[in-house]
């Protein structure tokens, strides 16, 4: 079974300036997390999502963070504009429950952004 | 809030040593508990988790854990260390009590493994 595939791998970019990232899911996973992961912290969930609809986005700054998933399979999360505190790995993960706290989640490898 | 804080941000150990990472979690009436692994440049990856039932679980790679529910604690041991166990720990806590869905991530532990 094919894991969770996340793209690019590495950005660098200014400030200000604006990126996005891809995630595509496990096939199946109706769950879908993105986690923010600065140096020496664990990951902070941004937002999570079942299927297509948002059930957590508590963590996100909405003022510069979007995300989106609108087919309820891969997702797109967009900084627009990077500041230099973004600079972390932004790491995707699913999970084939309804969402819930006992649900395994699979992670995928990461974007590592730097803002510079 | 949950929180979760992981006593050691480093840990040293010499191959086929034992070592015991620790973690605490904020108190509450019930918890689930988990442990992940990260390798270099991979994401993490479930070691075990604790959800109910017996207070000693096992998990892959021959780690398991203990819970504690009287000192909060969700310790990760192994009897004999690898090379290959060389990586980053997180313990992660998630509290059904709240009605939410989040996971909360401790800072994590780094373990090297020393020929």
């Known amino acids: 079974e094919a894991g969770v595939a996340q793209s690019p791998r590495y950005k660098i970019i200014e400030k200000r300036q604006s990126v996005a990232f891809w995630c595509n899911p496990i096939?199946?996973?109706?769950?879908l997390y993105w986690y923010q992961q600065i140096l020496g912290q664990g990951p902070k969930l941004l937002i999570q999502?079942?299927?297509?609809?948002?059930?957590?986005d508590s963590q996100l700054p909405k003022d510069r963070f979007s995300a989106e998933r609108l087919k309820g399979v891969d997702s797109t999360l967009k900084i627009q504009p990077a500041k230099l505190e973004d600079s972390a790995v932004y790491l995707c993960a699913s999970s084939s429950g309804g969402g819930l706290s006992t649900d395994t989640q699979y992670f995928g490898p990461g974007t590592r952004l730097t803002v510079l | 809030a949950q929180s979760v804080t992981q006593l050691d941000s480093q840990v040293p150990v010499f191959e086929e040593a034992p070592v015991e990472l620790r973690c605490n979690y904020s108190?509450?009436?019930?918890?689930?508990l988990f442990w992940y692994v990260q390798y270099p440049n991979q994401g993490l990856q479930l070691l075990l988790k604790?959800?109910?039932?017996?207070?000693l679980v096992k998990g892959i790679n021959g780690f398991e854990a203990e819970f504690n529910k009287s000192q909060t604690s969700f310790h990760l041991r192994k009897p004999s260390v690898h090379i290959s166990d060389t990586a980053e720990y997180f313990c992660?806590?998630?509290?059904?009590?709240?009605?939410?869905?989040?996971?909360?991530f401790g800072a994590g532990t780094r373990l090297f493994v020393k020929a």
């Open positions: 108190s509450s009436v019930s918890v689930y």
């Open positions: 992660a806590v998630s509290d059904p009590g709240t009605g939410g869905f989040k996971t909360i």
């Open positions: 096939s199946g996973h109706a769950t």
């Open positions: 999502f079942q299927n297509n609809g948002v059930v957590d």
């Open positions: 604790y959800l109910s039932g017996s207070t």
